[in-house]
């Protein structure tokens, strides 16, 4: 249980007390909040005399302060990369349903648009994709053009054929929605696959380096804090 800053959640850990002295039961882990912004962690266990007499508690209590603001700040880390991974999920969900929607806009977007895109029929031929879309694409560079079969020129540039885009490839209905790719010049590109009512997908091409370099500065921040907090727990003993 913790103690925390508000009334409620004082109100709480008084009654978890009580409740283990009167039903004098061990309690284990209250995490308490000190008037000067320490945190403590408290456990007691019951003492009885030789003939079963209670004779109330033994326990102690330890400043996790360093532990418990680590677990605060890899729990800050966490959640800031949960929100950065929403609101990429988030973007591409908007991009694509307005460009399905407003299809007579269609090549005016295409030549604005951040991401790359590719729209291929239900022979996995290209009828249509934008200038960005090449450059995040297995190379050559020179084959992606319309009428190309995507997945001849895919694979052209892959050492393997991915089996994961088979039924992309083949324009059959697929479970792959997205697929994470390294390019050969470092680049991370997140592949979207949003099938056509009429056969074929809609592939949104995103450039996530950027948010890959943040992701792993987060992972090595939550590491390092994992580091601490083990320091902390080390220290206090």
Same mark, same amino acid.
């Given at each position: 249980?913790?103690?925390?800053?508000?009334?409620?959640?004082?109100?709480?850990?008084?009654?978890?007390?009580?409740?283990?002295?009167?039903?004098?039961?061990?309690?284990?882990?209250?995490?308490?909040?000190?008037?000067?912004?320490?945190?403590?962690?408290?456990?007691?266990?019951?003492?009885?005399?030789?003939?079963?007499?209670?004779?109330?508690?033994?326990?102690?209590?330890?400043?996790?302060?360093?532990?418990?603001?680590?677990?605060?700040?890899?729990?800050?880390?966490?959640?800031?990369?949960?929100?950065?991974?929403?609101?990429?999920?988030?973007?591409?969900?908007?991009?694509?349903?307005?460009?399905?929607?407003?299809?007579?806009?269609?090549?005016?977007?295409?030549?604005?648009?951040?991401? %790359?895109? $590719?729209? =291929?029929?239900? #022979?996995? @031929?290209?009828?249509? /994709?934008?200038?960005?879309?090449?450059?995040? *694409?297995?190379?050559?560079?020179?084959?992606?053009?319309?009428?190309?079969?995507?997945?001849?020129?895919?694979?052209?540039?892959?050492?393997?054929?991915?089996?994961?885009?088979?039924?992309?490839?083949?324009?059959?209905?697929?479970?792959?929605?997205?697929?994470?790719?390294?390019?050969?010049?470092?680049?991370?590109?997140?592949?979207?696959?949003?099938?056509?009512?009429?056969? %074929?997908? $809609?592939? =949104?091409?995103? #450039?996530? @380096?950027?948010?890959? /370099?943040?992701?792993?500065?987060?992972?090595? *921040?939550?590491?390092?804090?994992?580091?601490?907090?083990?320091?902390?727990?080390?220290?206090?003993?």
């Amino acid at each position: 249980a913790e103690m925390g800053e508000t009334d409620e959640a004082r109100d709480l850990i008084a009654l978890s007390l009580d409740y283990a002295f009167l039903q004098r039961e061990s309690f284990t882990d209250i995490v308490m909040h000190g008037a000067n912004g320490q945190v403590f962690c408290t456990c007691g266990v019951p003492m009885f005399t030789a003939d079963g007499q209670f004779a109330g508690f033994r326990g102690y209590s330890k400043d996790i302060t360093a532990r418990y603001e680590a677990e605060q700040a890899a729990q800050k880390a966490s959640d800031a990369l949960a929100d950065t991974n929403r609101h990429l999920e988030a973007r591409v969900a908007e991009r694509s349903a307005a460009l399905l929607e407003h299809t007579d806009l269609l090549k005016g977007v295409l030549e604005t648009m951040s991401e %790359g895109l $590719v729209v =291929t029929d239900g #022979d996995g @031929t290209i009828v249509l /994709l934008n200038n960005k879309a090449p450059s995040l *694409l297995p190379p050559p560079r020179a084959g992606w053009t319309k009428g190309a079969k995507f997945c001849d020129q895919y694979t052209s540039g892959c050492d393997e054929c991915p089996t994961d885009l088979r039924a992309v490839f083949n324009g059959e209905p697929s479970p792959v929605k997205t697929r994470d790719r390294k390019t050969e010049n470092g680049l991370w590109v997140r592949e979207v696959y949003t099938p056509r009512a009429e056969g %074929g997908y $809609v592939i =949104t091409l995103i #450039d996530r @380096t950027q948010d890959v /370099l943040r992701q792993e500065h987060l992972e090595s *921040l939550s590491k390092d804090l994992r580091l601490a907090k083990d320091q902390a727990e080390a220290g206090s003993l």
